[in-house]
Nanobody, 122 residues
């Protein structure tokens, strides 16, 4: 089975920064795309940023310019650096990966982490 494990969440003051990490565990080689979603109470889950295996990135307008996503393909790990954090960034952040590549083939399967809470407050 494949599991995504997030880390790096916590309490941050407005204007501060943090770095989220997500490591994939299991019999996998890679994913076509990995990224981060977030969900605040009472709101729908939304894409924050994603990155493909060849480096194409996509950011939500709300975080563009102050966030940076990267990945280490050798470790099947994705990172999200967030700067200039705002209270509205408060949410549970979920790691997501899709189109898994295993030693026996490629599959259009996606996986979700259990989430890590980011709270931006003074």
């Amino acid at each position: 089975q494949v599991h995504l494990v997030e880390s790096g969440g916590g309490l941050v003051q407005p204007g501060g920064s943090l770095r989220l990490s997500c490591a994939a565990h299991g019999n996998i080689l890679s994913f076509y795309s990995m990224g981060w979603y977030r969900q605040a109470p009472g709101k729908q889950r939304e894409l924050v940023a994603s990155i493909t295996s060849h480096g194409d990135t996509n950011y939500a307008d709300s975080v563009k310019g102050r966030s940076s996503i990267s990945r280490d393909n050798t470790k099947t790990t994705v990172y999200l650096q967030m700067n200039s954090l705002k209270p509205e960034d408060t949410a549970v952040y979920y790691c997501h990966a899709d189109s898994v590549v295993t030693p026996i083939g490629d599959y259009g399967l996606d996986y979700w982490g259990k989430g890590t809470l980011v709270t931006v407050s003074s």
